[in-house]
């Protein structure tokens, strides 16, 4: 069962639904998380007249030639009191932030301005309204600033302190389990005597799916079907979204479909069109999801940046849940082949406000330090046949993850 890249991508995000489970947390312990609420203001911002700058202010209309000058009876502090109001040919010092007193529109700069004694004088006509940040003129009550969905990031936590919020509703983090497949995989630490393959594909997913997941690892179990089908079925009821890596493929130890068959579950595809890492095991049962991905590292990756991240984007509640791209301009020839989609390894370099793209490397499925050393994939779709040198591509900048 053969999907192509779009296909599976639409297959896959169509049965994940955002979790709909929530939690109150601080502004401290907030940071990375989704809001599960709108965020509305509760008042206009400024929520009166303010001065942008350390100056005067006074009323436009009342000086009819310049330079002019205006009696200065007080001033207007951040936070103070009520600054005294202005009549004709008067003036405040407002600071920054301040409060603009009845009677004033316009404000003038210290640096742009003569003072003699309580004289102010301006030598220059300002424009109306000048300086002056009206009320509710960066919002107004009511008005929703961030939406559900959205993540918290360092400048919309500082916007909700700013807002008053100090506590926010937040979507619970998904669960996603790890299962790792193969006889010849070995952890990073283990001393070993024989060629084996290090555990790189649980280092993979916990980079690309901790910021949105909590992450739950039932180590390396070998290639043995009775051992596998009681453990793929614990760690796929106790989850979001079950993750295995290896046994994807048709080997006589590739036992993914098998396990998946025996637990009843609703096979959607096994492969896709997309290269490397075209052995793809989409499967449901009732709310279960269980995502079975190639042994390969550099397939494993481009599948999880592919297919796997917007899912669990998603599943986290996440808005704006698929992959950024940016258009680039091929330095060199890309090989692809028409019918398939390429996901090919790239440097990227910028020259004139353009990005150029060459290759990293090796395109084999097998080599993952040219993957290592990339900045990004370029996408070649089923309607190329090789990029020429200054053809325009996409690309997804791995910095954009």
Request: with cysteine; aromatic share 6%; charged share 25%.
């Amino acid at each position: 069962m053969t999907r192509t890249y779009k296909e599976a991508q639409n297959e896959l995000l169509k049965a994940i639904t955002p979790k709909n489970s929530s939690e109150i947390l601080t502004l401290e312990e907030a940071k990375g998380r989704v809001l599960a609420q709108n965020i509305e203001a509760h008042f206009d911002i400024p929520n009166a007249p303010k001065c942008a700058i350390d100056g005067y202010t006074f009323d436009f209309e009342q000086i009819k030639e310049y330079p002019a000058k205006l009696k200065i009876i007080g001033e207007s502090r951040a936070g103070g009191a009520t600054p005294p109001s202005v009549k004709s040919s008067e003036a405040v010092f407002t600071m920054t932030g301040a409060l603009v007193p009845d009677g004033a529109n316009t404000a003038v700069r210290i640096e742009d301005v003569n003072v003699e004694g309580d004289t102010l004088i301006i030598s220059k006509a300002p424009r109306k309204g000048d300086l002056i940040n009206p009320k509710g003129d960066e919002l107004k009550e009511g008005e929703i600033i961030l939406e559900a969905g959205t993540p918290l990031t360092n400048q919309n936590i500082a916007l909700l302190a700013n807002l008053g919020f100090y506590q926010v509703s937040v979507y619970s983090r998904p669960q996603i389990g790890i299962i790792v497949t193969g006889d010849e995989v070995r952890e990073p630490w283990e001393a070993t005597k024989d060629i084996g393959v290090r555990n790189s594909n649980l280092y993979i997913l916990k980079a690309l799916l901790s910021p949105y997941a909590d992450i739950h690892y039932y180590g390396i179990i070998q290639d043995e079907l009775d051992e596998m089908i009681p453990l793929f079925d614990r760690a796929l009821s106790a989850n979001d979204l079950l993750l295995s890596s290896g046994g994807a493929s048709k080997g006589k130890y590739d036992f993914t479909k098998d396990i998946a068959t025996n637990l009843g579950l609703l096979i959607h595809f096994t492969h896709t069109n997309i290269r490397p890492g075209r052995p793809l095991i989409f499967g449901t049962r009732a709310k279960d999801i269980f995502l079975g991905l190639p042994g390969y590292p550099s397939a494993l990756m481009v599948n999880a940046i592919a297919f796997l991240l917007p899912a669990v984007r998603k599943l986290a509640g996440l808005n704006s849940f698929k992959n950024q791209t940016l258009s680039a301009i091929a330095k060199e020839s890309l090989r692809s082949k028409k019918g398939r989609v390429d996901f090919i390894r790239i440097k990227l370099e910028s020259k004139d406000g353009k990005i150029l793209v060459k290759s990293s490397g090796s395109q084999q499925t097998s080599n993952f330090l040219s993957l290592a050393k990339s900045d990004g994939l370029a996408i070649l779709d089923e309607s190329w046949e090789n990029a020429k040198d200054g053809d325009l591509i996409d690309i997804i900048p791995l910095s954009l993850l």
